[in-house]
């Protein structure tokens, strides 16, 4: 269950909607295809605490759906990392009153508190790795 939560918080972050100005919009998948080919070319440009802390909650919510066992700290690291982005951008929907980039992080929003009350109400039950 904790892996199918990890890939659905990594899918509903690369849903995230971005619009500016009156034609520029992206979807977040879009946006990290720029910066892969753009890092190639200058690694400087894409040091930024908005990319970077992403970027890192990906890696790490990755890193957890091949473990045998689900961490539970590289998850809310994970989901911390990736909610920085998320909450900046649904407060942005909200305060322009931007419907489409509102119910873009509606999905992880939901799944993030979804994976926090798992997290929490399976703390104290111990995790059987071994079958037995």
Not at 83 to 94: E, P, T
């Amino acid at each position: 269950m904790k892996r199918l939560i990890n890939i659905c918080l990594l899918l509903t972050f690369l849903l995230g909607y971005l619009e500016w100005g009156k034609t520029h919009s992206l979807f977040i998948f879009q946006g990290e295809a720029e910066i892969i080919l753009k890092a190639t070319n200058d690694f400087k440009s894409i040091l930024h605490p908005l990319i970077l802390l992403p970027f890192l909650g990906q890696i790490l919510l990755l890193y957890t759906v091949f473990q045998p066992v689900v961490s539970r700290r590289l998850t809310l690291a994970g989901l911390a990392c990736l909610s920085v982005l998320m909450l900046l951008l649904f407060i942005v929907g909200l305060l322009t009153l931007n419907l489409k980039i509102t119910c873009s992080t509606l999905p992880f929003i939901i799944t993030g508190i979804f994976a926090i009350r798992y997290n929490r109400n399976n703390m104290q039950k111990p995790t059987n790795a071994g079958g037995s």
